[in-house]
């Protein structure tokens, strides 16, 4: 930028860039650097959340199922590395991925924010008229609520099924027990199906901004690109809505799952 | 006359944004208007309001406009909160009164942002848009170093998609629009437009880095709600922005690889 | 005449602009970052030659009153920019064009710049392409060529409909990458209101800050004004709103004399006003006429819709006058004819200001699809501004004014008479004679700022080295300055009852009707009468509200109409002395018996450059010859 180049000027909002640090902390200081890597980071969270529910859906099965499957992921790798390990691996990957997304996400607002003095938070109106957004649509307009939601959501769900701080029925190595045992509650079932609204919403808007941030635009794909989103969250929300509504409605039930119980006890060290 | 042309007359309320300086406060100012032909331009009824203010010893709204015609840019005013009105791929300029309803409320007001400081009621200054093309928005060749216009050949596609892009009038509804005040639209067109070419590959990451860069310095950053295209009047595609982002990626990579080159 | 030389170098035409290349005085390249050259306009001319000049080395300041450069009103020209490429393989030359530019101008331009013009023209394609403006092209990537404007050779590079606007954005962009290497200071919303001399010469400018109301001096070794044409002194035009013609005049009342200003040219297919409050005209492709008829009902008191009115009752003028080219009769005869026919009474709409172009036989003939192919956007263009179908309710057309010929009369190097005041584009008078060809106001600019004046310049200011530009603390400049503010301050002070606009429309009307498209003696003599009296009641009545220290656009405007309102009187003088019919300039004593224009070369052959002599007095008329070695004068026919 030219100082010449006028009379008059505008302030920046934000100083030019550093051009002496590394280049991938100078791309993540830049906010198209943000966003590829909320882009990249939202697909990884999205992928875990679709293989998260492909696992529940083996309570379907059977609750050993699911029971096996849980033992399955902490006995990841086999005999190749020590047992939770390679889970532990992917868990940190996935915390380093949600806070790399709620940093970015956060940054961003307060970059808008100041890009914007009229308009508090993004959804806000900037102008006293009349019209409503055009383009914009409830989920893109909302990302900034449903995160948040879906942040105390993820502390609830590991309070409630991972930690089991919630209940004293709580049995560690029973996901299939704790489940029906948790969402049998009315309350706690309004509380999942509530959330994973949010989720889907999320991951409605989530997916094809996603897709737009890290640059894959191709005429042959444009045209799916908002019906893979649509898709992938009417997915995630049918199938996590299951569920709740499936424990609420009696068909996953505690007697099938007390029949296999005994099955399957495990060692108080390794499971967490 | 052969019954083509009537024109029906409406009256109006506007609520026109008043503010004296860049660094006044200001508020909105309710104007009744009468008598308003429904083929008249948005900015020909405003001529006319002005007009009625001279009279009446007022002082006239400041707009900006100039060849109303749809192509120069200059016009751009929030009409009951949309980017130029109402009518979809249309400036202020081109938008017409039968697009209203006798007896309709206006709100007026300017483009809206920090990188759009206002200079008068409904004048803004888009300066920052001239800083961005000033740090790459060009392809370097000096008057009369050209080589002849057919040595490059340059696929019919590519010329039609870097026309799609160059088409941008540079107005400024899609920072007006943006919920966040960004400015990706207005930057992903014209970097789509010269990194399209074959004659805009010499500096094509770089001009990409820095426009990018310089951007950001004014304005916000993106959330892809697509309003801005919504608001263009040219009707630019987001497309482009995906084009920009990967590109800004890339360029980040490659111009450190050049550097790696040229001073191993 | 000894006070205009024209400078046109000696040699056969096709090796004059070589020959003075190299006698031309060179400035070393270090020695170009000590001259200053303030541009003044940042269209196709204005932005192409700062650019060009800063990539030389020169030290250049450009001012525009728009917010940015690329709001220029080059940027509204659609149809293309003509070049002697002959990629289509169908004859073109550099001959050629130059032929049919002169031909085109009624044979009232000079030889040698028409020429220099023809042959840069091809290098400004190149140039363009290499800038990346988007011309269309072939599947195979080459780029495309049309006819257009009747030529006979596909000539016409064209991006979309578009091609001003991206001819000055390339331009533009230029301009950008100087401004960021910072060799050029750029001045937005920033208007000159008066040229400054010192000793005979240019020396610099007197700006209005738009925003801040700040009066202010900027000096320099020369001043380019690249600041367009006229056409609003008409009022409605297709001109943008804030064209003007200050800068320009500004130097004419120094000094500068003014080429050929009765040269309008009115362009027959704009969109007729819908009221008296109409702020500007629109105007639509030409290529309108290759399928539109053209008619009025016959009768002058016919008040039924189009449709209504029966085959044998309408009047298709063009088809019954001139049976071989019918609708395509070129812009000034189709034009005249609309006047006619509309003061007859036959004029359509409920201003009955208008002719229709009916499209129904085209449709009939060709399908829907086929003309929604070709005019779809046109149509969709006059559907969002009038709010009728063209397909199923003819058009409503009309002439408007659309560019001027003439401007202040310039030398071979382009400058005016006032040495180191150069003028460009638009601005000047030079190549178009008497009526400029589609698709040739974009080639003149951007030859004249690119190829041309770059070299041209040097000649002025070689023999300065060494010398500082004057300082602003002159006497010179604090009295323009004091002029200026005083101005200023006057116009406020007026208070009277009726603004700005009010005047310009009241101007434009005596224009149009007494200095429009068909000229008399009695209509010029009372133009000539009407415009001073108007103009005394404008400085006496004329209310500008506001202050002079922020934006205050009829402060702005209040100037403009000033100007507008001596130019409009001058060219009524320059009518009334130009005693024959040529290119833009229809006198309805010289006509033939069909009602064709008809020159007279014998004594008319010549520019004619008037000369300020003071406020309140009469120009002095001053002629430059015309010469024609290289091509016939012949008197067109379109019967």
């Known amino acids: ?272 | 006359m052969s019954g083509s042309g009537n024109t029906n007359v409406l009256n109006l309320t506007l609520k026109v944004w008043r503010q004296e300086g860049p660094n006044a406060t200001g508020s909105f100012d309710s104007i009744p208007v009468e008598g308003i032909a429904d083929d008249m331009s948005f900015l020909e009824m405003l001529d006319i309001v002005n007009e009625q203010i001279i009279e009446q010893g007022g002082i006239p709204i400041e707009f900006d406009h100039d060849c109303r015609e749809g192509i120069c840019g200059a016009c751009g005013v929030m009409i009951n909160g949309n980017a130029h009105g109402p009518k979809k791929g249309t400036t202020t300029c081109q938008l017409h009164m039968r697009n209203f309803e006798d007896g309709d409320e206006i709100v007026v007001e300017p483009w809206r942002a920090s990188g759009f400081p206002i200079m008068r009621d409904l004048v803004v200054d888009r300066s920052p848009f001239d800083h961005i093309v000033e740090s790459g928005g060009y392809i370097s060749v000096n008057t009369g170093a050209a080589p002849d216009a057919n040595l490059i050949p340059v696929p019919k596609d590519a010329s039609d998609m870097a026309m799609d892009a160059a088409a941008c009038i540079g107005c400024g509804a899609c920072v007006a629009a943006c919920p966040n005040s960004a400015a990706q639209l207005f930057t992903s067109a014209k970097l789509s437009h010269m990194n399209l070419l074959p004659q805009g590959q010499a500096e094509r990451w770089k001009r990409t880095e820095q426009m990018v860069e310089t951007m950001e310095q004014f304005f916000g950053a993106c959330t892809n709600h697509g309003e801005c295209t919504e608001a263009c009047p040219k009707e630019i595609s987001l497309d482009n922005i995906a084009f920009m982002n990967r590109d800004y990626l890339k360029s980040k990579v490659k111009n450190r690889k050049l550097t790696g080159q040229v001073f191993p | 005449m000894s006070l205009l030389n024209s400078k046109v170098p000696s040699g056969p035409l096709a090796e004059k602009w070589d020959n003075h290349k190299f006698s031309v005085k060179l400035v070393n390249p270090s020695n170009k970052r000590k001259f200053e050259v303030i541009v003044v306009g940042t269209g196709l001319a204005g932005a192409s030659a700062a650019a060009s000049l800063s990539e030389l080395g020169y030290k250049v300041k450009v001012f525009t009153y728009s917010d940015s450069p690329r709001r220029a009103h080059s940027i509204a020209a659609q149809g293309g920019i003509n070049a002697a490429k002959n990629y289509p393989n169908d004859g073109d030359s550099i001959f050629r064009l130059f032929y049919d530019t002169v031909k085109g101008g009624d044979y009232r331009s000079r030889e040698a710049n028409v020429y220099r013009l023809a042959q840069v023209a091809n290098d400004i394609i190149d140039q363009c392409t290499a800038q990346g403006v988007p011309f269309a092209r072939e599947y195979g990537g080459l780029l495309d060529n049309r006819s257009f404007g009747g030529a006979q050779v596909s000539r016409t590079f064209y991006a979309r409909g578009q091609t001003g606007q991206q001819l000055l954005i390339g331009a533009y962009q230029a301009l950008a990458r100087q401004i960021a290497e910072g060799n050029v200071e750029l001045h937005t919303r920033t208007e000159m209101l008066e040229l400054v001399k010192k000793d005979g010469e240019a020396c610099g400018i007197v700006t209005r800050d738009l925003i801040t109301g700040e009066i202010k001096s900027h000096s320099a070794h020369a001043v380019v004004l690249a600041t367009g044409g006229y056409g609003n002194v008409f009022y409605l035009s297709t001109n943008a709103m804030a064209c003007n013609t200050t800068a320009v005049w500004r130097a004419h009342r120094k000094g500068a004399f003014f080429a050929n200003p009765c040269y309008t040219q009115i362009h027959p297919t704009c969109i007729p006003s819908s009221d008296e409050f109409q702020s500007k005209l629109t105007l639509m492709s030409e290529s309108l006429r290759n399928d539109g008829r053209i008619w009025v009902p016959r009768s002058d008191d016919d008040k039924r819709p189009a449709g209504q009115i029966p085959e044998g009752e309408r009047y298709y003028y063009l088809e019954e006058k001139y049976p071989a080219f019918g609708n395509l009769v070129p812009r000034d005869v189709a034009s005249r004819n609309a006047k006619t026919v509309v003061d007859a009474g036959h004029g359509v709409g409920h201003l009955e200001n208008g002719v229709y172009l009916d499209f129904s036989d085209a449709i009939q003939r060709d399908g829907l699809e086929t003309i929604k192919a070709k005019y779809g956007n046109l149509f969709d263009m006059y559907e969002n501004i009038t709010g009728e179908d063209p397909y199923s309710v003819p058009m409503r057309i009309y002439p408007a004014t659309h560019y001027t010929m003439g401007g202040l009369w310039v030398d071979y190097n382009l400058m005016t008479t006032i040495p180191g005041c150069y003028s460009i584009g638009e601005a000047n008078f030079s190549d178009h004679g008497a009526n400029r060809l589609g698709a040739s106001a974009l080639m003149q600019g951007l030859a004249d700022g690119y190829f041309v004046l770059p070299y041209t310049i040097g000649d002025h200011l070689a023999p300065k080295l060494g010398d500082d530009p004057v300082p602003t603390s002159d006497p010179v400049f604090t009295d323009a300055v004091q002029g200026v503010s005083d101005a200023t301050d006057r116009w406020l002070g007026v208070n009277g009852s009726r603004s700005v606009d009010w005047f310009h429309r009241e101007l434009g009307k005596i224009v149009w009707d007494n200095i429009g498209m068909e000229r008399n003696k009695a209509d010029l003599e009372t133009a000539i009468s009407d415009i001073p009296a108007l103009k005394t009641e404008f400085e006496n009545d004329v209310r500008v509200p506001g202050s002079g220290a922020n934006l205050n656009s009829s402060l702005e405007k209040v100037g403009r109409v000033a100007d507008f309102f001596e130019l409009a009187e001058l060219m009524a003088r320059d009518a009334l002395e130009r005693e024959e019919s040529c290119g833009g300039h229809f006198r309805a004593e010289h006509q033939t018996e069909e009602g064709e224009a008809k020159r007279d070369d014998e004594n008319m052959a010549h520019v004619a450059a008037w000369e300020w002599n003071g406020e309140g007095e009469v120009q002095t008329r001053h002629v430059e010859e015309l010469v024609f070695e290289n091509v016939e004068l012949t008197q067109r026919s379109y019967k």
């Open chain 1, 1 to 272: 930028m030219a100082a010449t180049s006028t009379q008059r000027g505008v302030t920046p909002i934000r100083p030019a860039p550093r051009k002496t640090l590394p280049w991938p902390i100078q791309f993540y200081r830049s906010a198209v650097g943000r966003k590829w890597v909320m882009g990249v980071t939202g697909l990884m969270l999205l992928g875990f959340v679709v293989v998260h529910m492909l696992g529940n859906f083996k309570a379907y099965i059977s609750p050993e199922s699911i029971d096996h499957y849980g033992e399955a992921l902490r006995d990841m790798g086999g005999h190749l590395v020590p047992r939770t390990h390679l889970l532990w691996a992917m868990r940190l990957g996935l915390i380093g991925a949600f806070a790399l997304h709620i940093h970015a996400a956060l940054s961003l607002t307060l970059m808008s924010r100041r890009s914007n003095p009229q308009s508090g938070i993004d959804g806000q109106k900037k102008y006293a008229g009349s019209q409503d957004y055009i383009a914009a649509n409830f989920a893109s307009r909302t990302m900034r609520w449903t995160g948040p939601i879906i942040v105390l959501y993820i502390l609830f769900h590991l309070a409630d099924l991972t930690w089991g701080t919630r209940s004293d029925e709580f049995v560690r190595g029973e996901p299939y027990h704790n489940m029906v045992d948790s969402m049998s509650s009315l309350p706690v079932a309004i509380i999942y199906i509530v959330a994973n609204l949010a989720v889907a919403i999320h991951i409605f808007h989530g997916t094809w901004s996603a897709m737009q941030s890290i640059g894959i635009n191709n005429p042959r794909i444009n045209g799916i690109r908002k019906p893979v989103s649509m898709g992938l969250a009417a997915l995630v929300l049918v199938g996590n809505l299951s569920f709740p509504i499936m424990v609420q409605a009696g068909v996953l039930d505690e007697e099938t799952s007390e029949e296999s119980a005994p099955a399957l006890v495990l060692s108080e060290e390794v499971t967490s």
